[in-house]
């Protein structure tokens, strides 16, 4: 059986994103990503939760992070996880949570956010993208044969009523 080694996350950068360079001349970007938790236990007490993870990017993506990646934008985090053992100042043995991220998007940036509080999703009405409708494909219609008797058209193939096809997708 195969192995994975797979995280998603979404949370919020603690950090503005550092870009450095190895002597090698490769690029990494890290910054500190926060995921929030919150749930009512069986007492009926609120609880929230944050855990900590460090996000690295290489290569390509690492330019866009360490120029883009601004402490407490909303940020989605895909990649592998790895844990590391390390003492703190007082000798106590701590672990910390990192990630070699693969894939980076952000999804809500705080300095773009309107003062009203609106979500970032687009509002019916309001600039939203609609997919054009289905343009029926052609088809290649069979020449008539002279025959004994009148020519008949092929018939169409039958499509749903709302014009789409079964395979497509209502988005």
């Given at each position: 059986?195969?192995?994975?080694?797979?995280?998603?996350?979404?949370?919020?950068?603690?950090?503005?994103?550092?870009l450095?360079?190895?002597?090698?001349?490769?690029?990494?970007?890290?910054?500190?990503?926060?995921?929030?938790?919150?749930?009512?236990n069986?007492?009926g007490?609120?609880?929230?939760?944050?855990?900590?993870?460090?996000?690295?990017?290489?290569?390509?993506?690492?330019?866009?992070?360490?120029?883009?990646?601004?402490?407490?934008?909303?940020?989605?985090?895909?990649?592998?996880i790895?844990?590391?053992?390390?003492?703190?100042?007082?000798?106590?043995?701590?672990?910390?949570?990192?990630?070699?991220?693969?894939?980076?998007?952000?999804?809500?940036?705080?300095?773009?956010?309107?003062?009203?509080?609106?979500?970032n999703?687009?509002?019916?009405?309001?600039?939203?993208?609609?997919?054009?409708?289905?343009?029926?494909?052609?088809?290649?219609?069979?020449?008539?044969?002279?025959?004994?008797?009148?020519?008949?058209?092929?018939?169409?193939?039958?499509?749903?009523?709302?014009?789409?096809?079964?395979?497509?997708l209502?988005?």
């Amino acid at each position: 059986m195969g192995r994975l080694n797979k995280i998603m996350l979404i949370g919020n950068a603690g950090n503005d994103a550092e870009l450095r360079y190895t002597p090698s001349g490769d690029s990494v970007a890290s910054f500190s990503m926060a995921v929030n938790e919150n749930y009512t236990n069986r007492e009926g007490q609120q609880i929230d939760q944050t855990q900590w993870f460090r996000i690295s990017v290489w290569g390509r993506r690492s330019e866009f992070v360490g120029n883009n990646i601004k402490k407490g934008m909303q940020v989605y985090a895909e990649g592998r996880i790895k844990s590391n053992l390390y003492q703190d100042n007082s000798g106590e043995t701590k672990v910390s949570l990192e990630v070699n991220a693969y894939d980076i998007q952000i999804v809500q940036d705080p300095q773009s956010q309107q003062s009203d509080n609106q979500s970032n999703f687009p509002q019916p009405g309001a600039g939203t993208y609609e997919q054009p409708a289905a343009q029926p494909r052609p088809t290649a219609q069979p020449e008539p044969t002279v025959e004994s008797g009148p020519a008949t058209q092929p018939e169409s193939p039958a499509q749903p009523e709302s014009g789409k096809k079964d395979d497509e997708l209502p988005w």
